[in-house]
């Protein structure tokens, strides 16, 4: 099971569901999973670019 977070936008997804949201200012995200999953797990993250 994984989860979603990016916590300067207060978004967080743990297992399954979904999320809409507007972000207000342009700037990078970090996004990462939120549920500690095993190996590799501090290896899923990204960046959201807001423009």
Known sequence: MHGLAIDDLDVRIDGGGD???TPEK??????????????GHNDMVSTL???
Do not use: K
Request: glycine letters at 10%; hydrophobic letters at 40%.
């Open 26 to 39: 342009p700037g990078e995200y970090a996004i990462y999973c939120s549920i500690p999953c095993g190996e």
């Open 19 to 21: 999320a809409v949201f």
């Open 49 to 51: 670019i807001v423009q």
